[in-house]
């Protein structure tokens, strides 16, 4: 064990309301593509494809584009997801706060998950509200050519009745993007006792911002194979290692002081 993982170690043992951030990183162990690498979804495509103007402007090569770069019903759970499902229920963990939208936290079975950026799991009617499953609407696509078009509206414009994925796109706005939303993530941040982030760099606005509101002293610990701009800050650990791997060697740990 190097000297950086045996001190997160030592600060997630005495931690006793350790708020998680996750990002990316934390599902590409999963087989999922990050956005921003080089080997990322944006080599292959502009972000103005992920932006509301886009959705309304070409929904059908929207829908084409999330379908196959942005949901991943096959995909499953990592070592990492794991562990901090054991955390959660060891009673370590009080909240995770993510930028993902894959639903593999949950699908874990952490119970206390901020979805910051919405999920790929439904889609919503921007009229009317009325939800849909992205199951269901795979089998709109193939039956329909407006699959896209609300069928439980009434309004009569048609771009009113749009069905979009419940994520937040550029240009968008999300459930947790009101001031109320935010008032209650930056109040969470500012009673850890300890920042966990993984697998983010922490330069997306407005989720880079959060672990300025933690308190003076609180323990920031980084596993994140880049760089972050908080990486020099004081009371910073950084492990620029794989998520999985590393934060199995830290339950390890935990679990071997808890045998002493």
């Given at each position: 064990m190097n000297d950086a993982i045996k001190k997160a170690a030592q600060i997630l043992k005495s931690a006793e309301n350790i708020v998680v951030l996750t990002g990316a990183g934390i599902s590409t162990e999963s087989g999922i593509k990050d956005f921003r690498s080089r080997s990322g979804i944006y080599t292959e495509s502009p972000e103005y494809i992920l932006s509301l103007d886009y959705f309304?402007?070409?929904?059908?090569k929207f829908y084409e584009?999330?379908?196959?770069n942005l949901y991943h019903p096959d995909a499953l759970p990592n070592d990492g997801h794991k562990i901090l499902v054991?955390?959660?229920k060891e009673g370590r963990i009080s909240r995770i706060i993510t930028q993902n939208i894959d639903a593999l936290h949950e699908k874990a079975g952490s119970n206390n998950v901020i979805e910051f950026h919405g999920t790929?799991?439904?889609a919503s009617c921007v009229h009317c509200g009325a939800v849909y499953t992205a199951e269901e609407m795979k089998k709109r696509m193939a039956v329909s050519a407006e699959y896209y078009v609300c069928d439980q509206c009434s309004t009569s414009y048609k771009e009113g009745r749009y069905i979009k994925p419940d994520v937040v796109l550029f240009g968008g706005a999300g459930e947790w993007f009101t001031e109320e939303g935010f008032?209650?993530?930056?109040?969470?941040v500012s009673q850890a006792d300890c920042l966990l982030v993984l697998g983010t760099s922490l330069k997306v606005t407005p989720f880079s911002l959060f672990p300025q509101a933690r308190k003076?002293?609180?323990?920031?610990?980084?596993?994140?194979?880049?760089d972050t701009p908080y990486d020099n800050e004081l009371n910073t650990y950084v492990i620029q290692e794989p998520i999985g791997q590393t934060l199995h060697v830290i339950d390890q740990h935990l679990n071997d002081e808890n045998r002493d």
């Open positions: 309304f402007e070409h929904p059908k584009f999330a379908m196959k054991k955390w959660e790929m799991k439904t008032e209650s993530i930056l109040n969470t003076p002293g609180v323990p920031l610990v980084i596993v994140n194979i880049g």
